[in-house]
T-cell receptor, first 111, second 112 residues
Framework: SQTIHQWPATLVQPVGSPLSLECTVE??????LYWYRQAAGRGLQLLFY??????ISSEVPQNLSASRPQDRQFILSSKKLLLSDSGFYLC??????????FGPGTRLLVL | GENVEQHPSTLSVQEGDSAVIKCTYS??????FPWYKQELGKRPQLIID?????GEKKDQRIAVTLNKTAKHFSLHITETQPEDSAVYFC???????????FGAGTRLTVKP
């Protein structure tokens, strides 16, 4: 069966520091991968999605970037964090024509 | 692109009552409509979905209805229980599309 992992589970970072969040999927090949951000008590904001290695589509221009160095690995990065980057970051995967599933999430607090 | 609107944003019901959450979508080409439940601090979990060739689907106390003509779909929860308290998200996308659009969410509270 398929499994999606995210780490770290929680992270506290100072403003201006870099960020790297990782997401990996097991048990499937060539999935579509997604990064969402959820501010406290708010909805799901799509940040990036990828349909293959090295292919990244950005939904919202901001100080974040994403990369897909391997088929089942999706990384979210920032060179300098802002206070507004705090939130719950969710990775998700789906195969073409099938349902989307979310990872356990990373809770980021920028101080 | 697709735009999904969800109402109400908050909903409070007494245990045992029914709850209904409604969503509308803008892209008539959308053909898959999942519903997710997100408990506090956890990831959204798929609870039920419906495809465009079906008007209604039921799974125990949960049902979803779809009106393609009007471009709206609804989640119905009967005999609500305190453990149904959560945030519910609807979504819409074309089955082979890369992009799924979510509603803003409904916070459901079931009072014992």
């Amino acid at each position: 069966s398929q499994t999606i992992h995210q780490w770290p589970a929680t992270l506290v970072q100072p403003v201006g520091s870099p960020l790297s969040l990782e997401c990996t999927v097991e048990g499937t090949s060539n999935p579509n991968l997604y990064w969402y951000r959820q501010a406290a008590g708010r909805g799901l904001q799509l940040l990036f999605y990828s349909v293959g290695i090295g292919q990244i589509s950005s939904e919202v221009p901001q100080n974040l970037s994403a990369s897909r160095p391997q088929d089942r690995q999706f990384i979210l990065s920032s060179k300098k964090l802002l206070l507004s980057d705090s939130g719950f970051y969710l990775c998700a995967w789906k195969l073409a024509g099938e349902t989307q599933y979310f990872g356990p999430g990373t809770r980021l607090l920028v101080l | 692109g697709e735009n999904v609107e969800q109402h109400p944003s908050t909903l409070s019901v007494q245990e045992g009552d029914s709850a209904v959450i409604k969503c509308t979508y803008s892209d008539s080409a959308s053909n898959y409509f999942p519903w997710y439940k997100q408990e506090l601090g956890k990831r959204p979990q798929l609870i039920i979905d419906i495809r465009s060739n079906v008007g209604e689907k039921k799974d125990q106390r949960i049902a979803v209805t779809l009106n393609k003509t009007a471009k709206h779909f609804s989640l119905h929860i009967t005999e609500t229980q305190p453990e149904d308290s959560a945030v519910y998200f609807c979504a819409a996308y074309q089955y082979n599309n890369n992009d799924m659009r979510f509603g803003a969410g409904t916070r459901l509270t079931v009072k014992p």
